[in-house]
């Protein structure tokens, strides 16, 4: 079954707004991460938050995480045209044996119209 | 420092036939992970490498996919023969040992399987 499920798969909006996608995952976890991936790239690693904390930003990241419900949101702030991609969540579950393989979602995919 | 290099970037070949993907990990990653992605859905775990040795295989589809890391350096998936379904983006990723700590991978650009 799918670990991650990034919610909504799609969106749009207008350069200069506020994007917010979230993500929820089943099983427990030691961190969760968000990736970013445009058009023929491979992904890019933007931001981790552990499963002890509730909020972390960088630049114009804000993520939270909720582990009682299992969820996390990316916020971007103040859009570009540049941030159009796809974004997803991934996970790493415990027990952690060691350099725990990460379990990513399907992604949300989305547009910055200028 | 050079990324993760993934070849070849797109092959397109007829059901049946073999195809060899390559992928270039960061020069002193230990981990070396197989990713593979199905006509936008899910991100799916293949395979995790430690040096040489396979550590996770449980994502493998079927024995019609093998991977090796010969000496503990690149990786190769050859998918033989392929299928239909086979057909998707195959990423590499590569990460640094940190044991039980946050495990960040590098990826690759990802080699565009097409199976006709």
């Known amino acids: 079954s799918q670990q991650g499920e990034e919610d909504p798969q799609a969106l749009s909006i207008q350069e200069g707004e506020n994007a917010t996608m979230n993500c929820s995952y089943k099983t427990s976890i030691n961190n969760l991460q968000w990736y970013r991936q445009n058009s023929g790239r491979g992904l890019v690693h933007l931001i981790l938050?552990?499963?002890?904390?509730r909020e972390k930003h960088s630049g114009r990241l804000r993520v939270t995480l909720d582990t009682s419900k299992k969820s996390s949101s990316l916020l971007i702030t103040a859009s570009r045209a540049a941030d159009t991609a796809s974004y997803f969540c991934a996970t790493d579950a415990i027990p952690n044996f060691g350099n725990e393989k990460l379990t990513f979602g399907t992604g949300t995919r989305l547009t910055i119209i200028p | 420092e050079a990324g993760v290099t993934q070849f070849p970037s797109h092959s397109v070949i007829e059901k049946g036939q073999t195809v060899t993907l390559r992928c270039d990990p960061i020069s002193g990653h230990d981990n070396l992970y197989w990713y593979r992605r199905v006509m936008g859905k899910e991100i799916k775990f293949l395979l995790h490498?430690?040096?040489?040795?396979?550590?996770?295989e449980s994502g493998m589809p079927n024995n019609r996919f093998l991977a090796e890391r010969t000496g503990g350096t690149y990786s190769t998936l050859k998918v033989q023969p392929a299928e239909l379904e086979d057909s998707g983006v195959y990423f590499c990723a590569s990460s640094q040992d940190v044991g039980a700590g946050a495990n960040v991978l590098t990826f690759g650009a990802g080699s565009r399987l097409t199976v006709l």
């Open positions: 938050i552990r499963s002890n904390e």
């Open positions: 490498f430690v040096k040489e040795s396979k550590q996770d």
